[in-house]
Structure formats: C-alpha cells, structure tokens
C-alpha cells in the first residue's frame, strides 16, 4: 500500500478514533512526513504537449515522444513522461496479428503401392559406461492393406 494509499486511512483514525498524528501514522507504518507531504508538481504544460505530440504521431510510445519534448528544450525525466503518458491514457494499442489463411483440410491419402511411405527418426541411448549413442532409424511402412 502506497503511503498516498494509507493517507486517508491516516484522516479517518484521526477523525473517527481522535487519535493524535503521531499514534495514527504508527498504527498504519506511515510516516508522519509522508502524511504532511504536498506535491508542488506542476504537469500541466507538459501534458498538453504531450497530448498534442501524441495525437499528431499516434503510433510513437512514451520513448520517442520523450526525445521530441527534450528537443523542445523541456527538461523532463523519461520516467515522468512515461507516468503522465500512462496517466492520460495515450499507450499505443498493440496490432493484432493477422492471422494466417485457413485453407479446407484434405485428408491424408492411403498408399496405393510399395515404397511410399517411409519415417525416419532419431533414437538415442547410453551405454553402461556413461557412453551416450545416437542413431537415425529409417522406417520403410509397409501399408496396411497390401499386408493382407
């Protein structure tokens, strides 16, 4: 829980319980600076032309957008960016993947004569010695039907 998460919980010990500050802030392990903390950050500027970056280059993320505000000369961190761009909702929408043509299966046809159909695979083992072996076994199928 985020010590902005535990401020309200803070005022509400405070107001419905009357305890002091300092028994208040032990109870939820917040501390009383935390409690007493206004932010004096100012983003306005900065998320109107991010806005307007955005809407002009709409699949550019938070990276690129960073580098064309750091050549406008505001100077901003990466993390703030990315923090406003994830706040007012610009994230770039992932492209589905288009998906590959379903062709109408056909089935499989039986061997009609000798040597059509052959496997092949790997086959490994070991030896009491620890000595590994690997073969590749090559299968000659003898079809079904002309075995009977």
């Given at each position: 829980m985020t010590p902005a998460a535990r401020k309200p919980v803070v005022q509400h010990l405070r107001e419905e319980w009357h305890l002091s500050e300092r028994r208040a802030c032990g109870l939820v392990c917040v501390s009383r600076m935390a409690m007493r ?112």
């Amino acid at each position: 829980m985020t010590p902005a998460a535990r401020k309200p919980v803070v005022q509400h010990l405070r107001e419905e319980w009357h305890l002091s500050e300092r028994r208040a802030c032990g109870l939820v392990c917040v501390s009383r600076m935390a409690m007493r903390y206004v932010s004096r950050r100012d983003d306005t500027m900065i998320r109107a032309r991010l806005r307007e970056l955005a809407a002009q280059r709409r699949r550019w993320g938070y990276r690129k957008l960073h580098v064309l505000l750091r050549r406008e000369c505001v100077v901003v961190n990466h993390k703030r960016v990315e923090r406003i761009y994830r706040e007012e909702g610009l994230s770039v929408r992932r492209r589905k993947r288009k998906r590959a043509v379903s062709v109408a299966r056909t089935p499989l046809l039986r061997p009609s004569g000798s040597d059509e159909v052959w496997g092949l695979d790997f086959v490994s083992d070991a030896l009491w010695s620890g000595r590994t072996l690997r073969m590749l076994t090559l299968i000659y199928d003898v079809p079904y039907f002309s075995r009977i």
